[in-house]
């Protein structure tokens, strides 16, 4: 069987979790004998197209224009081209190499032209990943009016995205609650989790801490999106609490559009013991997460969807504590909770996410075993093989 995945980011130099999640896919379906493609953007590519191998899967590269960490309109413009670029560049090798199973991934919401004329040229089933619910979660944030002609734009291409697909995989069952009774899409949907391969790095060198001079820290570590869906504030406001703790430190890894706000805070505040760091590849961040020791998250309170961040996947495969913040209601609360893999509190109560971080700060023996639960829950419910059969079992193709 041919399968074929399209995402707008992709390894080895991305450090997307969605990136890092699509590989992985990627590669557990070539170990059970499928041949895969994945459709990827390269706005650094010289020429039109490239075509490599990567763990057995078949890159095929297309030129675009930016996409990521540019200003909000030079983004909406060249992620609308996406499918238009793909389509471009490899119109001969779609027409020579017919595929059976289309799964795409959103973010982005603009492959659904592309994947709606790969699907009239192959036959295919087509299954729709969606792991963020753009651009609901910019309304709720206050960022986008519902009414507006941007946000009509934007609704016009995710309701393509949505009609491309035979069925879509939401991340939590709350997610797909809320999507089935506000989403006017009549589309079979599947429960998907985020997944992870169980992979972990093991941390024989404590470089990170030496070069950062954190050898005798308990480390708090974030990597990932600084932007405004993560309320990165949230935080800083906890380090701020903790300043006196002098055994703790933060270090955040990562690009986006708060990356100047938290900077910001860090001058204002004279943190000392927060350090904020550029993105990273994903072999560098495994090892760096190898060496830490509490694993943060945050999501803005404002949400009205219930999204379920990849890191975490990353933490669990580490055997770290899961420490963070989410919007009111969200089932990621009870889910880590409810396997004693870490603490979660609604976001803006300040009071107990500082007692939950004093706790795990204080008690070594409590990381552990929370560590050690959440790769349990990992092994339990988000692995790769769980994800691959799930998606082939909906499309109804079991190879």
């Known amino acids: 069987m041919n399968i074929c995945l399209i995402i707008d980011d992709y390894l080895p130099d991305s450090i997307k979790v969605g990136a890092k999640m699509m590989h992985e896919l990627a590669v557990e379906f070539v170990a059970r004998g499928y041949t895969v493609t994945v459709i990827t953007p390269a706005p650094s590519l010289l020429t039109r197209s490239e075509i490599t191998v990567l763990d057995g899967v078949t890159v095929c590269r297309f030129k675009s224009g930016e996409i990521k960490n540019v200003s909000k309109v030079k ?37 659904g032209s592309l994947v709606k004329r790969l699907k009239k040229l192959w036959g295919a089933k087509s299954y729709l990943i969606v792991r963020d619910f753009f651009p609901q979660w910019v309304i709720d944030n206050g960022m986008l009016s519902a009414t507006s002609p941007i946000t009509r734009y934007f609704r ?5 995205s949505y009609k491309a697909a035979d069925v879509i995989g939401i991340q939590s069952p709350k997610n797909l609650a809320w999507f089935a009774e506000t989403a006017s899409v009549k589309k079979p949907l599947d429960l998907l989790y985020n997944w992870a391969a169980n992979e972990p790095v093991v941390g024989d060198s404590y470089s990170h801490r030496k070069s950062l001079g954190l050898e005798n820290k308990v480390v708090y570590f974030y990597g990932g999106n600084i932007g405004h869906a993560q309320d990165m504030l949230n935080i800083v406001r906890l380090a701020i609490a903790m300043h006196d703790q002098v055994s703790a430190h933060f270090v955040l890894v990562g690009a986006g559009d708060e990356v ?92 107990a996410l500082l007692a939950n971080a004093l706790r795990l700060l204080h008690d070594e023996s409590l990381r552990l075993d929370m560590g050690a639960k959440g790769k349990q829950l990992l092994q339990d419910v988000f692995s790769v093989q769980a994800a691959a059969d799930g998606i082939l079992r909906a499309s109804g193709l079991t190879g």
């Open 75 to 111: 983004r909406a413009i060249n992620e609308t081209l996406l499918s238009y670029y793909a389509w471009r560049a490899f119109k001969a090798y779609f027409k020579s190499h017919p595929q059976d199973l289309i799964v795409y991934y959103s973010p982005s919401i603009f492959w």
């Open 156 to 160: 016009f291409f995710e309701a393509l």
């Open 260 to 351: 100047e706000l938290v900077r910001s805070a860090i001058a204002e505040h004279n943190l000392s013991n927060m350090t904020l760091l550029p993105p990273v590849n994903q072999d560098v961040f495994k090892h760096m997460l190898a060496e830490f020791d509490i694993g943060l998250f945050s999501l803005h309170h404002d949400h009205t969807t219930h999204n379920f961040p990849g890191k975490l996947l990353g933490y669990m495969v580490q055997e770290k504590p899961i420490l963070g913040s989410v919007n009111p209601n969200n089932d990621l609360q009870d889910l880590v909770q409810q396997a004693n893999a870490g603490f979660v509190t609604v976001n803006g109560d300040d009071k």
